[in-house]
């Protein structure tokens, strides 16, 4: 009997859902929009019900048509970090907490010297930021104390709506691991963490692996959908180790980069290094072993682009903007022109919730085809600094993967090989994590048998980028005036050079 799987994607803007048979084939897909809400500045928030209105609405809608008695299983994946709390009845206390919210930023320094003491304090001080459930959990019972004490249950994002198909209460192990109140490397909850905040144990969700069933559809959920109240709904997983899961990426163990509204660096490492910069991510799938996944983030990725190509340049039509991009790269030659990314702030690598982008070596010859090549260049030094700052040796692996919308641009993956000086392969096929959750659905149920299987035949490499010397050796000279720009940044706005 054939059987179907569901796996859906709660992301910033806009839920993905992607219907799969067993055999991995892709049978439809749809993307609900909504929007967050923007209160104050730094705040951007949203009523998890509009998530929930949404999954209702596009389930409806990609289920019309099938026979849904042949539905076996359920994943749901999405934004990490967002924070959803819950009264006693498991409804929103208030509307969620976005992971790029930035209302805590005041409150990062304290909370740093804080963590500091803790047992593995280093750790979660290093990657505690604006976002953290742990930071905005700290902010709301300094702002909104009735509010706080409400709080019988704090789950991440995609956790509300697996509660809500199944009345379960669960998170897994990345989104533990990435709320800054995990131990990761005891597998346990900081109990110092929760002291400070003057939480109850009860409020901690159960952590499972990723691919444990949570738990069935409830009777009402199964009358809503018209469904099978056995259909299975699993822990479900953030967005980045779904993706990571269909590119391949954790299943046998290469570098991907993911050129997407935010950019993403992620690779599997065997062991943390407490020294080095970015995330570490914990895996599991069933609860009992776990794989470590690195993950660092150019907060302003795609968002940067869209700013200079569409808002500066007023352009519309990607094959002219590509047309643009190939013109500045050819006159970069000697060219000083160095643009500096950040323009909604660093997480991974400064922590700097203020840093913002630049512009240097500009004249009177310059150009706005020139300029456009500059901000992906920049994006580009932005992967290369992760990549190094992160202690990931990408040139062991030969080439680096590449996938999601920036990819779609061949200079641009040309730029990011000639700046990485490696080769860059783009990934073609079913990628992403509405896929990436479908397929660990499937795997639960046997359809397949390792992580090494989810990605084969799924993924390929569609063109192989090699680094051009010349190129490379003008990006090298530009790299070196990139690393120095923060600090120029710094004593220009606050007169204060960072070593």
Known sequence: MEQLFLGIDLGTSAMKLVLMDGQKNVLAQITEKYQTAQPDKGWIEIDPEIWFGCMRAAMEKILSGCDRTKLRGIGITGQMHTLVVLDGNGRPVRPAIMWNDIR????????????????????????????????NLYWMKKNEPEN????????IGPDYLVYRLTGVYGTDYCEAST???????????SQEMRAFLGLSGEVYPPVRGSVQTAGTLTAEMSVLFSLDGNVK??????DNPATAVSTGCLGRGYPVISLGTSGVLMMPVAEPKEQARGKMILFSFDGRSCSYL????????????????????????????????EQGRACSSGSGL????????????????????????????????????????????SFRQLAEEMHLPLDRFGSVKVVGGGAKSHVWVQTLADVLRMPVEKMDGMIGPAFGIALLAAYQEGCVSSLEQIS???????RRFVPDAACSAMCERRYQIYKRMQAGLKYITEGTVLG
């Open 104 to 135: 805590t930023k005041e409150l990062i320094p304290e909370l740093k010297k804080r963590m500091e003491t803790f047992d593995e304090g280093e750790y979660l001080s290093k990657t505690i930021s604006t976002g953290s459930p742990a930071a």
């Open 148 to 155: 706080f004490k409400k709080i019988r249950k704090f789950l």
């Open 179 to 189: 709320s800054c109140l995990y131990q990761i490397h005891k597998k346990q909850w």
């Open 233 to 238: 709904v699993l822990t479900g997983t953030g």
């Open 294 to 325: 690195v993950q660092g983030v150019v907060q302003s990725n795609g968002n940067t682009f869209e700013w200079w190509a569409r808002n500066m340049l007023g352009e519309a039509d990607f094959s002219r903007i590509d047309g643009m991009l």
């Open 338 to 381: 160095v643009f500096y990314p950040h323009l909604m702030g660093d997480k991974t690598l400064y922590a700097d919730p203020d840093i913002r982008g630049a512009f240097v070596g500009l004249g009177a010859e310059t150009k706005r085809e020139d300029m456009l090549y500059a901000v992906v260049e920049g994006l580009c030094f």
């Open 456 to 462: 084969e035949g799924n993924v390929k490499v569609e």
